[in-house]
């Protein structure tokens, strides 16, 4: 035998042997047939609509992140106005998008425009106050509410798949629904069958916020805080409810609900965080802290903000409750630690949602659905049942109308369908009914391929070369129309992964492996069988196609 026939047989058998074993773990070997089944199960992961699962639509409250910002405004123009030395009488919120000043000092007028304008002239618009001429109102532009907005959406998607993917519900899908106006995300969870539990992973932690506690009490109820106050609260702060902590032999012991009069306007918020770690406190080693570090434009704001308040407390706001109010011990520009009453496993916590990212505005559940694995099973059933009825139904056309050739044939795509199916399972791609859909293509596809070869052996056969040479000029024939076939075929499954969800990406990925992997047997393989059977067979006799 050719020594060059010799080494393409055994390089065909290896990638057999390496796709079998990856599929059913031959170093187990013998099994049962249910264990080959069970482990093939396990190789090959099921998309929502085969393994079912959990269903979520959120709504990313965006309006909140501008909200957001419309606060830090009005703290950050207070400071920069006291600064200034310019005089005013109020600078509140209005609403989500306006900050009115009112009552500035006529003559310094000018330069109260000229700070707006050299330094928020990209975000805010200024314009006088209706019947105010002392007063001015700031409006957030467009183009800066679109770009909070974009913004909030894009981290509020990597926070959630974050959180989820750190829980272990593998492959999920998480995109937005909708146009990129729309403020709505898709969740699919194969395999997670509680939606109360996956609605826990994901809201975990929630919106985080770090304000300053602006009295020094905290009070059982809001009546007594508001009673506190003469039943009106400071300009610019709220109630928010949170917890009261003691520490005893025992451990830290949750004493109930306190409330904390904090300013309304967030220092910190979720999108400014990039780390967190728990580490044990070097004064006190019985006690743990987190260090967490923020981003640079957030160190500009908190550097000065903590210089300015120390031995004031700061909150730590998540999903508008207090988590805790250490006390700021001096200047943090963009690194800092937590101190608190915290034990080694609440230090964690807090690093972990810290870590995680906190979503820069909460969600509302628009839809939640439980998918179960009857509808899965029977899509299953349903599709095999198809794509093993084709594969018969081409085999013995093939069988009939090629004789031998077509068993040549039959074996290039049995093993087409196993490349398939071992490269899906190596890269971790997940089986959709879609790309079920995919799968019978794909033998479609393969069929198509051995019958131009084999047309175009017949055709050579009747202008009488000999079989080797009507094999040979057959395959080099048709090289070139398979390989145009396949190369516009994978561009257009191309675009259907780059611009499709979920479902129609699974299809494009298993047409696409699967004629990769046709490609290979029915040009290289199927060739091998071929020169393999014309090495054995007298020089006088006919080949059977």
């Not at 794509?387 to 050739?405: A, E, I, N, P, Q």
């Not at 131009?452 to 009747?462: G, K, S, T, Y």
Request: hydrophobic share 45%.
């Amino acid at each position: 035998m050719n020594p060059n026939l010799k080494w393409r047989a055994l390089s065909i058998l290896l990638i057999i042997l390496f796709c079998v074993y990856y599929l059913v773990g031959l170093p187990d070997f013998p099994k049962s047939f249910a264990q080959v089944k069970e482990n093939f199960g396990h190789q090959i992961k099921l998309g929502l609509d085969l393994q079912g699962g959990t269903h979520l639509i959120l709504q990313v409250q965006v309006q909140e992140a501008i909200a957001q910002e419309t606060d830090q405004m009005v703290d950050r123009l207070t400071t920069e106005l006291r600064a200034k030395n310019i005089h005013y009488d109020e600078v509140r919120r209005a609403d989500d998008t306006h900050v009115l000043v009112r009552n500035i000092d006529p003559a310094q007028l000018s330069q109260f425009r000229d700070l707006v304008s050299a330094q928020y002239a990209n975000v805010w618009d200024l314009t006088p106050t209706a019947g105010d001429p002392s007063g001015y109102t700031l409006t957030l532009r467009a183009a800066a509410i679109a770009q909070i907005k974009d913004s909030t959406m894009t981290q509020s998607l990597e926070t959630i798949e974050r959180r989820i993917n750190a829980l272990g519900l593998t492959e999920p899908t998480i995109q937005r629904r909708g146009g990129r106006n729309d403020n709505e995300i898709l969740v699919q969870l194969p395999g997670e069958g509680d939606p109360t539990r996956a609605k826990a992973v994901i809201q975990a932690g929630g919106q985080l916020e770090l304000r300053l506690v602006e009295d020094v009490r905290t009070y059982s109820s809001e009546s007594e805080a508001l009673a506190a106050h003469g039943g009106i609260l400071p300009p610019g702060t709220e109630l928010v409810p949170g917890r009261s902590e003691t520490r005893n032999a025992s451990g830290i012991q949750d004493t109930g609900v306190t409330w904390y009069v904090l300013s309304r306007a967030p220092v910190v918020t979720g999108r400014d965080l990039r780390s967190a770690i728990e580490t044990r406190n070097t004064n006190n080693p019985g006690q743990f802290q987190v260090n967490f570090t923020l981003s640079p434009e957030a160190a500009r704001r908190f550097g000065p903000f903590t210089e300015t308040n120390k031995g004031r407390q700061m909150a730590i706001v998540l999903e508008h409750r207090v988590y805790s109010a250490p006390v700021i011990n001096g200047r943090i520009d963009d690194s800092g630690l937590i101190e608190g009453n915290f034990s080694q496993e609440s230090a964690h916590d807090l690093a972990l949602v810290l870590r995680a990212g906190a979503l820069p505005a909460s969600i509302k559940y628009l839809e939640e659905r439980t998918v179960g694995p009857s509808l899965g099973a029977d899509s299953i059933r349903h599709g095999v049942q198809a794509s093993v009825l084709s594969l018969v139904v081409v085999m013995l056309f093939m069988l009939v109308y090629y004789r031998f050739s077509g068993g040549n044939a039959v074996l290039a795509l049995i093993l087409n369908l196993i490349i398939l199916l071992a490269v899906l399972a190596l890269f971790g791609a997940v089986l959709t009914l879609p790309g079920i859909a995919g799968v019978i293509l794909t033998i479609g596809m393969g069929v198509d391929s051995n019958v131009l070869v084999f047309e175009r052996i017949r055709e050579e056969l009747r202008n009488g070369k000999s079989p080797g040479s009507a094999v040979d000029a057959g395959f080099d024939k048709a090289f070139v129309t398979i390989i145009d076939t396949h190369v516009t075929t994978v561009v257009s499954a191309f675009f259907l992964f780059l611009f499709g969800t979920g479902p129609i990406r699974g299809f494009a990925i298993t047409l696409t492996i699967g004629l990769i992997a046709n490609v290979f047997t029915a040009i290289y393989v199927s060739k091998t069988i071929f020169q393999y059977h014309l090495a054995k067979m007298d020089r006088q006799a006919e080949l059977s196609i």
